[in-house]
Nanobody, 122 residues
């Protein structure tokens, strides 16, 4: 059973930074692909960033490119999201997700964390 636990959310002023963490447990192949999603009130969940098992092949949504950096430390079973130059549009609940393969990530059922709240005040 995969368990993903996020931390690092909080409240910050616009222009500030936060670093989110996601610790994974369970079978390691279940988090070959890891990534972050976010959901603001009244809006659909959207993909933010994604990283593969080797720490490469990144994906970033256009609005966060140059400001957010995704990384992972496989020795610690942990993925990170460094978020800089935050704006109010970045506010929402951030979710960690994982999958065993690209196919599962794109078409199957991902594993999800419980979410961590990020609030950016302008």
């Amino acid at each position: 059973q995969v368990q993903l636990v996020e931390s690092g959310g909080g409240s910050v002023q616009a222009g500030g930074s936060l670093r989110l963490s996601c610790v994974a447990s369970g079978h390691k192949y279940e988090w070959n692909i890891m990534g972050w999603f976010r959901q603001a009130p009244g809006k659909e969940r959207e993909g933010v960033a994604r990283i593969d098992a080797a720490g490469g092949t990144f994906y970033y949504r256009a609005s966060v490119k140059g400001r957010f950096t995704i990384s992972r430390d496989n020795a610690k079973n942990t993925m990170y999201l460094q978020m800089n130059k935050l704006t109010s549009d970045d506010s929402g609940t951030y979710y960690c997700a994982s999958a065993d393969s690209d196919n599962t990530w794109n078409f199957g059922n991902k594993h999800w964390g419980q979410g961590t709240q990020v609030t950016v005040s302008s």
